[in-house]
Every structure is written in C-alpha cells, then in structure tokens.
C-alpha cells in the first residue's frame, strides 16, 4: 500500500457484499480494486459513471408489456361488428 492511501468504511447489505464480491472475484479482482475503478471513472467523468433511472423497466418486462399490447390489439375487431358476429365469438 502507498503512503498517501487511507482506509475506506461503508455499510452494505450482507447479500449484496458477497454477490458483487462474487463479480468482482470472476473478474479478476476485489472489491477495493472495484471500488476504485468506480471513483477513478466518477472524477475523471465527473459524474456517475453510468445512467442512475426511476422506474425505467427492464428489456424483460418491456416485452412482456408489448405482448399485452399485441393481444389486446388483436382482440379489438378492425370492423364493426353485427350483433350476430359479436354472439357467434361468445359461443
């Protein structure tokens, strides 16, 4: 260690530690390393190295959510309907 390095404490879920530790190890490295690639990326960028969202929903569940869409589509007749028609899909 360098003379000009100090020590870092922070708090962390349990699980979390040991899967980013899990990460970091296939990887090849720890989590000090991994850590200080996050904050050399911070200051050099001057931000967050990457994009922070609210409720941005995931590739998963935006496809699901454009499935719902198609069925739902699909269900809605393109013509107007007799009432016979509409009796007929009931049956």
């Known amino acids: 260690m360098s003379a000009d390095t100090v020590n870092l404490s922070i708090r962390m879920d349990k699980e979390l530690k040991e899967q980013a530790e899990s990460l970091f190890s296939e990887l090849g490295m720890n989590m000090t390393t991994a850590i200080t690639i996050f904050v ?3 200051v050099r960028q001057g931000k967050i190295p990457f994009e922070i969202t609210l409720n941005k929903p995931n590739l ?3 496809a699901a959510l454009r ?14 309907m007799s009432v016979a028609e509409f009796d007929e899909m009931g049956e």
Do not use: N, V, Y
């Not at 499935?67 to 107007?80: G, L, Q, T, V, W």
């Open 40 to 42: 050399r990326q911070s």
């Open 67 to 80: 499935e719902i869409e198609d069925i739902r589509d699909a269900a809605i007749p393109k013509r107007s």
């Open 60 to 62: 998963e569940t935006l």
